[in-house]
């Protein structure tokens, strides 16, 4: 089990610097600004509880790591034991920056330390004890009277005001604060000098350098210990001329430090009052520094997981961050495949440039398609986040494919012994480095042939719109086969049970088993060995109890409310209208043509012209089809549509996918006027009755009208899924 402890930063830092803690690759860069920095930095000098963070006990090797605060990965692979940072990046390295000079010992420190470190992190942190007036003093800087204890029963907010950073730049090398100073300008000077005049020049604006706690000196004081010194004894020399002038009495200063300093003062022992002075000077610099250096002891609560319980850190590490980044089996994978890969293409680079080269599409995907696209990569399909790509989903999909085909061709069964185990976290993490690297290609390549396949056969336009995410297992463990993927006869198969599948409700539960079944059965079907196991599937569509029945379809259940139809139906029905390739709803008389719809084609952003020239994108909408009576506009009718769950009006039977530009055009006609336009764009490429099936409206509601034209529709979805699959399995 995990170990619930804590360490100081002191600790923590030490194991960073002396390389028995590293970062693993997968985490992401370091992206705190400089004001949440100061914010935890407050945090901590005070004492207030800044989290817990997750370390993972584990060999040097096992996954590519990189030091706290840099970018550049480290390639050394040695196995002695370490630890690694699963959580906590961010305020261990921004605490590590602010209490280490990573500058000390590097003349060439431009080049070895500031150009690999993250821009945020190039700072070095002060605590000025001089702020604006209002507030405070809580250092004691005022009559060199200071109460470490004290200091912790504050707010953060008390001691923000005294934090200030100076940002390392090229161009201010002589600035007493840069690493560079003064080596320029006095390359002669000794380090015991150069700390002299960094000491003296923070001392002179009352500032104490922070970056030097936790960092080992050839000289015998630190920076901040020298900075405090001068600070006391400047401050000292203005306090005697302060009681000189009358502004301050001696007697009020010195006696908490000498209870006789009143006789001392009245026999005008001025040697006595001098030992006075020269101990409230050394009582404050003694004070201020084991302050400092106590804050270097506050405890920092870690979870401590042993090698063998890796599996583990995910669920607590997404326990530990509800709403921040989450830690995920992808990461740790990509992890540990990256201590054996070129250092210039991590396994991310490879996925993110695979998915954007253009793929061959075979006829035996396509030849029933028209208005193919020219180009086409799998990068089309909104798997590629602008700030974070892959997407989750898309990272989720090949982690799952890699995961299936390296077991289905390790294990003595093949894909016959494949279990839903094999598509979890346990076994997807016991894979090797070299076990990961050598199936990504294939893996990544049997992706996008999945993805190509559920676009251009299945109507699915984005990744997000996948219904059930295990059914890409036996569609990848069949298409990653080359002669499957270029045989028209077996990628029907997978069609016929892709459609055969939802429609029947199989995959409404028991995913994780019936996934693999599946790709068993699947397999052996195209491959010859069974015959069809698909068929009572088929044979059942449309009859799931309370999900693709008619009194689901057609919201005929006692309580409709209380049970909407699961989304995996209705836009998988959506989806396979898409598939069909219809007409837009556009009028002929006002487009030179009108547009074949598909996903691919709402995916690429297809263009079209109206007859004055102007050009149009694709881009889909939900259109429903019937209006409500009484409406001034289909506009409003949708609007009121959509506030009635209950309501036929709402069943996924009644809706389509049409342009944005479609709709705009329909939204400003009213009832009448939309069911004559219906019947002129004719509508039954999209599967819609036209108004000559339907018969003319008599004495019926609105309610029962639409009723029927829903029971037409669900019908001539039924009957097209039904001829589909004929068509599909000759």
């Keep these: 089990m995990g170990r619930y402890k804590s360490r100081s930063l002191r600790k923590i830092v030490k194991s960073e610097i002396n390389d028995d803690l590293y970062l693993p690759v997968f985490q992401r860069g370091f992206k705190w600004a400089r004001r949440k920095q100061k914010k935890l930095l407050a945090s901590f000098l005070v004492d207030i509880p800044i989290g817990a963070i997750l370390l993972l006990e584990g060999e040097g090797g096992e996954f590519a790591k990189r030091k706290l605060c840099y970018r550049e990965n480290n390639r050394m692979q040695e196995s002695k034991p370490c630890e690694y940072l699963l959580d906590g990046q961010q305020r261990v390295s921004t605490l590590k920056s602010i209490f280490y000079d990573f500058y000390k010992e590097h003349e060439e420190w431009v080049d070895s330390e500031w150009r690999n470190m993250y821009p945020p992190l190039r700072n070095r942190w002060f605590l000025n004890l ?39 730049q090229l161009n201010q090398k002589s600035r007493w604060f840069n690493p560079g100073y003064p080596r320029e300008e006095i390359p002669h000077k000794d ?10 020049s923070a001392a002179n604006k009352w500032m104490i350098p922070l970056y030097s706690l936790t960092t080992k000196y050839e000289t015998s004081n630190t920076v901040h210990e020298l900075s405090v010194e001068r600070i006391a004894y400047r401050r000292k020399k203005q306090i005697k001329a302060e009681v000189a002038d009358g502004e301050k009495n001696i007697v009020d200063i010195l006696e908490p430090i000498e209870g006789s300093i009143e ?17 409230l000077e050394t009582r404050w610099t003694r004070r201020v520094i084991n302050y400092l ?13 042993k090698e063998n319980e890796v599996d583990r850190a995910v669920s607590i590490f997404d326990n530990m961050n509800q709403g921040g980044t989450p830690l995920s089996t992808f990461d740790l994978v990509a992890a540990r495949a990256a201590k054996n890969r070129p250092l ?7 996925i993110i440039s695979t998915l954007e080269q253009p793929i061959d599409l075979p006829s035996s995907l396509t030849s029933s398609l028209v208005d193919l696209p020219e180009e086409w990569n799998p990068s089309l399909m909104d798997m590629l986040d602008a700030d974070d790509p892959p997407s989750k989903t898309a990272r989720k999909y090949i982690l799952n494919i890699l995961s299936v085909l390296h077991y289905s061709d390790t294990l003595d069964g093949g894909v016959n012994g494949l279990e839903s185990v094999h598509a979890k976290k346990r076994k997807q993490l016991e894979m090797s480095s070299s076990e990961i690297n050598g199936n990504l290609e294939r893996c990544i390549s049997t992706f996008s042939r999945a993805m190509a396949f559920l676009q251009f056969r299945c109507g699915i336009k984005t990744i997000g719109d996948v219904s059930y995410d ?45 996934s693999m079944d599946d790709a068993e059965l699947l397999l052996e079907w195209i491959e ?28 005929e259940l006692p309580e409709p409310e209380q049970y909407p139809v699961p989304s995996a139906v209705s836009d998988t029905i959506l989806q396979y209208v898409l598939s069909l390739q219809p007409k837009d709803f556009l ?50 009718s949708a609007d009121e549509i959509r506030g009635d769950q209950k309501s036929v009006l709402n069943s996924p039977v009644l809706k389509t996918t049409i342009s944005r530009t479609a709709n705009r055009i329909i939204g400003d006609m009213s009832e009448d006027q939309y069911v004559d336009y219906l019947d002129d764009i004719s509508p039954s490429s999209h599967l819609l009755p036209n108004t000559s099936e339907l018969g003319e409206r008599e004495d019926e509601t609105t309610e029962e009208y639409y009723f029927r034209a829903a029971m037409h529709r669900l019908e001539n979805i039924k009957n097209s899924v039904r001829d589909e699959l004929d068509r599909l399995n000759q």
Aim: net charge negative.
């Design 293 to 305: 250096e106590s804050v270097l002891d506050n405890q920092i609560p870690t979870i401590e997981l």
């Design 470 to 514: 295990l059914m890409l297992i036996p569609i990848s463990l069949a298409v990653s086969k080359d002669d499957i993927w270029g045989s028209e006869e077996s990628v029907d198969k997978v069609e016929y049970w892709y459609w055969s599948s939802i429609f029947s409700g199989h995959y409404r539960e028991k995913q994780n088993t019936r």
């Design 344 to 350: 210039e293409e991590s396994l991310i680079d490879q």
């Design 191 to 200: 380090k015991n000098q150069v700390q002299q005049d960094v000491a003296e």
């Design 587 to 636: 009028p002929s008389d006002q487009f030179e043509s009108i547009p074949r719809l598909s996903a691919w084609s709402f995916a690429l952003g297809d263009t079209f012209q109206d007859v004055q020239g102007k050009e149009y994108s694709l881009r889909p909408e939900d259109h429903h089809i019937c209006p409500v009576s009484g409406a001034t506009s289909l506009s409003q």
């Design 130 to 168: 001089s702020p604006e007036e209002e507030h405070g003093d809580i250092f004691g800087l005022s009559d060199l009277h200071f109460n470490e204890d004290s200091i912790f029963n504050i707010d953060s907010e008390e001691i923000l005001p005294y934090i200030e950073n100076k940002r390392i």
């Design 263 to 279: 006789e001392y003062v009245e026999n005008d022992n001025n040697e006595k009052i001098n030992v006075a002075w020269n101990r």
């Design 528 to 555: 010859g060995d069974i015959e069809n196991p698909f068929s009572s599937r088929a044979d059942n569509m449309f009859e799931a109890n309370v999900y693709t029945d008619d009194q689901m379809l057609l919201r």
